[in-house]
């Protein structure tokens, strides 16, 4: 089956440390997001990679960090950097850069 | 500005029948792509219909229809013949400049009741 997998989907972490959220697809889809929702709120973009080994900051990429050295793969890094990291985040892909968004099933990640 | 502004935190509707979705956004980008997407309880979000700012009509898919007035900058959706399933949080997003970037709105808690 296509899709978008992202693990695990739920994360604990104690603050201070870096954590690595997975996204993996094999729709053979270019672009790749990633999106932050915090409770009651909407989707807020933080990083986006249109193609291989290029990648774009979104509306709030501080503390975070990705790659994509691979078309299938878009790892997300929350460093000990960004203040607020508890939230749920959710992975998207698209064929195009111009085209619907598929999204994964989200990892909810907390840090105390 | 925001991009996309949803005025209506929360709904109510009767099953099987029709609501209405407001959405209206910002963009001075001759090209842009308007989205609906529905979030069930799980957190997935689900793609449901797109309208492109050249289409000349409205979207369909199924029980979903875009009402989309391009003067009034505005972006309704429309389910008809509510079910209890359709019960979600709806989004509607934009993509719009050179690098197709996408805008959320804040959502709508649609309620089909019984």
């Known amino acids: 089956d296509g899709g978008i997998t992202q693990s695990p989907k739920y994360l604990f972490r104690k603050e201070g440390q870096n954590v690595t959220l997975s996204c993996e697809q094999n729709?053979?889809?270019?672009?790749m997001y990633w999106y932050r929702q915090d409770p009651g709120q909407g989707l807020r973009l933080i990083y986006y990679?249109?193609?291989?080994?290029?990648?774009q900051k979104g509306d709030i990429a501080e503390g975070y960090s990705v790659s994509r050295e691979k078309k299938e793969s878009f790892p997300l890094t929350v460093t000990s950097a960004q203040k607020n990291p508890t939230a749920f985040y959710l992975c998207?892909?698209?064929?195009?850069?111009?085209?619907?968004?598929?999204f994964g099933p989200g990892t909810r990640l907390t840090v105390t | 500005a925001q991009k996309i502004t949803q005025t209506q935190p929360g709904m109510f509707v009767q099953e099987k029948e029709a609501v209405t979705l407001d959405c209206t956004y910002d963009?001075?980008?001759?090209?842009?792509?308007l989205f609906w997407y529905k979030q069930p309880s799980s957190g997935e979000m689900i793609f449901l219909i797109y309208q492109g700012s050249y289409d000349q009509q409205n979207a369909t898919e199924g029980r979903y229809s875009l009402n989309f007035q391009k003067a009034r900058k505005s972006a309704n959706l429309v389910i008809s013949a509510s079910q209890l399933g359709d019960s979600a949080m709806y989004f509607c997003?934009?993509?719009?400049?050179?690098?197709?970037?996408?805008?959320f709105g804040s959502g709508t808690k649609l309620n089909v009741k019984p």
């Open positions: 729709l053979n889809h270019d672009a």
């Open positions: 990679s249109q193609i291989v080994n290029d990648f």
């Open positions: 998207a892909s698209s064929i195009s850069a111009s085209g619907e968004q598929y």
């Open positions: 963009t001075s980008d001759p090209s842009y792509g």
């Open positions: 997003a934009m993509r719009e400049g050179p690098f197709n970037k996408f805008y």
